[in-house]
């Protein structure tokens, strides 16, 4: 038994070293646009934290999804909280599950380089939205009588760049339309709609989001215009954005990755190949670049792919 669970532990280890390689490989190559995706996401909290200097505190707006869903109260308002941490958490765990399991749909760089790209665009269109009109906030910590209803003048910019993390998060005001929970949960059930392979997850995903719609709205968080707004301007932003990106290479029919090639292999196979395009005999390289086009559209890194292909031996 203890043989066994070493062998299939050094099994493991093997394929996880392996991805790892190739995924850094990835990474030094589109770690600037991953970077520009993560620092907008400070951007966006920084947005949020300023709209909260301009939030004036007033009587709750009258709302069809406060009439109608029963108010859970201060000490119930962490349920939201947690299915969105049970939504956020799971989707990061599949993203990097090619790392352990033999089969695999996609490079986790790539994945997250899409998915910071839909966030991104989401969240421009959030802040111009939340900053043109300020609402009165609905939740318990924004209406009038609240000290934490509106933050009083900041003393110096570095309070402001500081965001007063997370405690400046968590109780922010002003920052409404449209409901930034619903852009996570959507861009993510969207994601995993196309690249995921269980049914019943899928199923399971969209039941999920229209729970933490509902539990957003009963936690008087938002109003419900905030998660409408979000639920058909999110689904449109992914479907706009994701036809102009290139498509991602599908990795079902190979398979696992090796050890990408080296800067010295690549220039060696390079000049092999020029060799055979010189000498007429290019029908295995006529092949290869038919291949990175999948439905009309071109594959995104489909050098990747044949790298895997040659180090497989095929």
Known sequence: MTLYIAREASKLWRKVCMETSVELHL?????KLLLAGLVFQYIHGLAARGVHYLHQPGPTLQDLGFMI????????????????TV???SFVLWTFHPFIYHSKRFYTVL????VLAFLVACQVLRIITFFSTQLPGPNYHCREGSELARLPRPDSVVEVLLINFPRGVVYGCGDLIFSSHMIFTLVF?????????????????WLLAIIQSLLIVASRKHYTVDVVVAWYTVNLVVFFVDNKLPEMPDRTGGSPPLLPLSVKEKEGRAKEENHKLLNGNSGEIADWRQRPQVNGKHVEDGNHVHSEATLNGT
């Not at 029963?70 to 969105?84: A, D, N």
């Open 27 to 31: 990474l030094l190559e589109k770690w």
């Open 69 to 84: 869903l029963p108010e859970l109260g201060k000490e119930r308002g962490y349920i939201s909280e947690s299915v969105f």
């Open 87 to 89: 939504i956020f958490l």
């Open 111 to 114: 994945l997250w380089r899409r």
């Open 189 to 205: 059930v969207r994601i995993y709609q196309k690249y995921g392979s269980k049914r019943f997850v899928k199923l399971l995903s």
